[in-house]
């Protein structure tokens, strides 16, 4: 049956770097476990594997949706809009999202996105696509 299934294409020079061209933050505007509102980081062993899908929604923009568990709960991400849905708490909070890309460490090496980004318009996609991810790690609910 043609169209049933489709190839994820990766972006294999980011994969040889260990998806590390880039950090992913969430916005808290509500102080939730006492932080302070404003952008924080993924934790570290978390953040390569949101990188991955960022890179394999900019190489498959019909991915839109994520889903990927961090620590106690599960996540929507949403590549389109830059966001994330708690989806297990029963508030389901919903947070924005952004992507620090880090600027490039070897001369002449150009990033992929050249600053903090939302994915290019050419990428955006009305899809819902997903897809599952788990990891250890949590960013708050």
Known sequence: MQGKYSFIEPYFTEKQRGYSGASFQYYIDNGVDGKQNGWHD?????????????????????????????????????????????????NKTSRKIRRCVKKAQIVGQQPLVSSVSHAPASAVSTSTATSTVSTSKTPST
Request: hydrophobic share 35%; glycine share 2%; no cysteine.
């Open 42 to 90: 993924y934790d570290s062993d978390v953040n390569p594997y949101v990188e991955q899908l960022f890179h394999e929604y900019i190489a498959n923009p019909q991915l839109t949706n994520r889903i990927m568990t961090m620590g106690a709960f599960t996540y929507n991400i949403d590549l389109a809009q830059m966001t994330q849905l708690n989806v297990e708490h029963y």
